[in-house]
């Protein structure tokens, strides 16, 4: 098992930046494919972006490539979500995610990890 603990969420103006961390317990982070996911109000939760367990691959939602950027350091146990030229509309609880598997790429939008942080609130102002 493995559990996830996020921060780095706040208030910042849009155009402003962020930089979400999900620390993760455990000696086996290596082994578990990371990925980020939002809830904003009244809405469901989706996809943001994730990450292999090598960090090789990498995969964006739409909304959010070429903004966003998931890295990881397996050293750390940690896995991070820079976040550029923040919007209103990426105001959301922000939820760390994870799987152990052997799979070399990270997985797509659909993915609903096995493992969950508590979430993170970003609020970007207009």
């Known amino acids: 098992q493995v559990q996830l603990v996020e921060s780095g969420g706040g208030l910042v103006q849009a155009g402003g930046s962020l930089r979400l961390s999900c620390a993760a317990s455990?000696?086996?982070?290596?082994?578990?494919?990371m990925g980020w996911f939002r809830q904003a109000p009244g809405k469901d939760r989706e996809f943001v972006s994730s990450?292999?367990?090598?960090?090789?691959?990498?995969y964006y939602a739409d909304s959010v490539k070429g903004r966003f950027a998931i890295s990881r350091d397996n050293a750390k146990n940690t896995v991070y979500l820079q976040m550029n030229s923040l919007k209103a509309e990426d105001t959301a609880v922000y939820y760390c995610?994870?799987?152990?598997?052997?799979?070399?790429?990270?997985?797509?939008?659909?993915?609903?990890?096995?493992?969950w942080g508590k979430g993170t609130l970003v609020t970007v102002s207009s």
């Open positions: 455990g000696r086996t982070f290596g082994s578990y494919a």
């Open positions: 995610g994870a799987d152990y598997t052997t799979r070399r790429n990270a997985f797509g939008s659909t993915w609903s990890p096995n493992y």
């Open positions: 990450i292999s367990f090598s960090g090789e691959t990498t």
